[in-house]
């Protein structure tokens, strides 16, 4: 089983975001939760209307760990979240398949994969794709390992490193550059 890979590049994002954007609502607010929240897809399709709903924070137990975590909605979610949960009722689930089932990862695999495939990207995707694109970046803005370790749920600062793809082709060009 091939591990899967961080999306590296803004631009890609914002096309498979464009792209989903127009087609399809309910795939790009499932997309946009991913890369913005770095919840696992388990928690993500386990949420309801009721708890994005008007909220200015996600409160959940995760499924994997059982732990309690509250994560604050940055504006775009809090934007995009408002306009797909208008005139939704409260007690249904936030991603509905055609059958108005709830959404299973097998679903949201098939998602991610084909936005991915649309745009040529030639990356081993699946759904934590979304959680380690979240990573990826959130370290490559702050650079601080402790609170992406945190929010994650990692137990060590290594895990953590491993895990968003920090890869060799990034180490060799950052040693490259530095000079005393």
Known sequence: MAIVEPIRDKKLIEKIEDSLKKTKPRDYVLFCMGVNSGLRISDILNLDVADVKDKNYLSLKEKKTGKNKIFPLNQKLKNILDFYTKNRALDEPLFLTKYKNRMDRITA????????????????????????????????????????????????????????????????????????
Request: a positive charge; charged letters at 25%; glycine letters at 4%.
């Open 109 to 180: 695999y098939r998602i991610i994969n084909n936005a991915c495939k649309e745009i040529n990207l030639d990356i081993n995707i699946g759904t934590h794709t979304l959680r380690k694109t979240f990573g990826y970046h959130f370290y490559k803005k702050y650079k601080d390992v402790a609170m992406l370790q945190k929010i994650l749920n990692h137990s060590t600062p290594r895990i953590t490193m491993t895990y968003i793809g920090i890869n060799d082709e990034e180490i060799w060009n950052c040693c490259e550059k530095f000079i005393l």
